[in-house]
């Protein structure tokens, strides 16, 4: 009760000072200029502080009638560690806010300053250190400016929207299409998840990112896990979140009065332990919820227009198996319910695109436990592994790059040579053998220096290209490995060029020439499904991947639709006339007829289209 009548009393001075100042503007004012002059930056900034006050007060009531409630025995299901670990966190946070604003007040009556603003376009605005805030200049441009910027930047520092600048700055203002701006808002987005969750199930929130594409939160949890059922309830309550616009605020704290703040949460505490290194640090808070956290966020949790929980599973605390077990839930959002769909869609269409679907409908490849992170390569795949391999090959005699074969495993004082041991051994395989300890090697780097350096060199054999397919490992985290993108064991048409300082910008275009290449050959088939052809045995004596479907319990027409289906470009069919007649009818998978043709030529034509690498070849044959 004390806290809410403090900040009541609060609110209502500064209410009466507005008035103040408000009336103090209208006699100021000369006359003809009231449409111009309606406004001032102290006004401003203490309306949009009410506004903050207003969002407290209001969650303050609430979690003072849910502790009422919890009295009287009709409190929902939450644990009664909870609320009390969040009455404690909320009126620390309250007396290190008041210290906070007061200072910052300090500031802004004694360090304030005329600062100049230069915006993106190089127009330069007049702002106060201590008081302008890059919200308000986004304002002062447009009203839709302002709605539609996400985060700002400062002197190319990301910046919350209403903090104060504090000195001359380069401003930018970033809208969701930006990269950086859309971390930030799944970052947001993310905090207003772990406030969810900590409202459902009472745990220990740990980590909750952005990442690529969304975000997600990590909890502890005593014996329970999280269901997919509990999505829609989860969701419900996110969006009350939203509605509420509570307010993000930043916070910069010393890092033993934060320890303090979370001593219920032993992760929270390990990482102001283990990972601050630093006097004091952040946290953000909106509503209850107090997090540490960097920042910045976006300007309140309306800003979030369209959200969605689409995923759960368990992982391990910082993804070391001998950790505690977490619970993970992730999410999306966006900011108009428009690009929400779109998404949806995108990610039905990516379900039959999966390359692990495709892995495994057409026999290319799988994974087994025995092996986690190591591909078995079935016939089809190893046919597909081979052909990239000896197309790059290719590439690499037409550059110049000479092949070389390295050994897989190291002494580490190579690797502590090169540094990968101080700052990657956690993510080598390693193994002591006669008293010695040795690593299968993550990368080729190191090896290829000891054969440029086995024996003298001269300038004249630079720029000497090394290249090699040799097998790596890597320990990657249990739960990061994801089908073919994340794996433990792999090969890479990997290189390293030996050159002379004048040598390095030709041989860099040279690789970005090569890159391009590459992909051009691949274009937009990159990552779909491999296909294959239905031939004869000539064909494939002929060196390319042909299966029979000799299966008499199906029509030729299920057949063909069979082989379409199953993305063979080439469809090959042959009747009693093609049997006689030594030739073969050819259809593709988009049924294109290309008509009959005899084997012997439809080898050769397939030769060429396979030696020139074409993208149309379908359409070509």
Known sequence: MAAEGLIASRLESQEREIRCLAAEIERLKEPGLASSFSSSPELEA????????????????????????????????QPEKELSFIKDRLKLYETLKKEHDALLASRASTQSRLIKITLADGKQVEGESWKTTPYQIALGISRGLADNTVIAKVNGELWDLDRPMEADAILELLPFDSEEAQAVYW???????????????????????????GFYYDMHMENRCVSSTEFPTLENICKN???????????????????DMFKYNTFKCRILNEKVDTPTTTVYRCGPLIDLCRGPHVRHTGKIKALKIFKNSSTYWEGKADMETLQRIYGISFPDNKMMKEWEKFQEEAKNRDHRKIGKEQELFFFHELSPGSCFFLPRGAFIYNTLIKFIKEEYNRRNFTEVVSPNVYNIKLWETSGHWQHYNENMFSFEAEKETFALKPMNCPGHCLMFAHRPRSWRELPLRLADFGVLHRNELSGTLSGLTRVRRFQQDDAHIFCTMEQIEEEMKGCLDFIQSVYAVFDNFLEEKKVW???????????????????????LNKKIRNAQLAQYNFIFVVGEKEKADRTVNVRTRDNKIHGEVSVTSAIAKLKTLKALHTLHAEEEF
């Open 533 to 555: 052809d239905q031939v004869c045995s000539d064909f494939f004596e002929a060196g390319f991947m042909a299966d029979v479907d000799l299966d008499q319990s199906c029509t």
């Open 241 to 259: 979140i939203i509605k509420e616009k509570q307010v993000f605020e930043r916070l910069e704290v010393r890092k033993e009065v934060l320890l």
């Open 46 to 77: 203490l309306r949009a502080e009410n506004e903050k006050l207003r969002y407290r007060l209001a969650h303050l009531r609430r979690s003072l009638s849910a502790e009422r409630a919890c009295a009287k025995g009709k409190a929902g299901p």
């Open 187 to 213: 970052h947001s987005s993310a905090h207003i998840l772990g406030e969810a969750m900590e409202n459902y199930y009472g745990g220990c929130l740990c980590y909750g990112p952005p990442i690529e594409n």
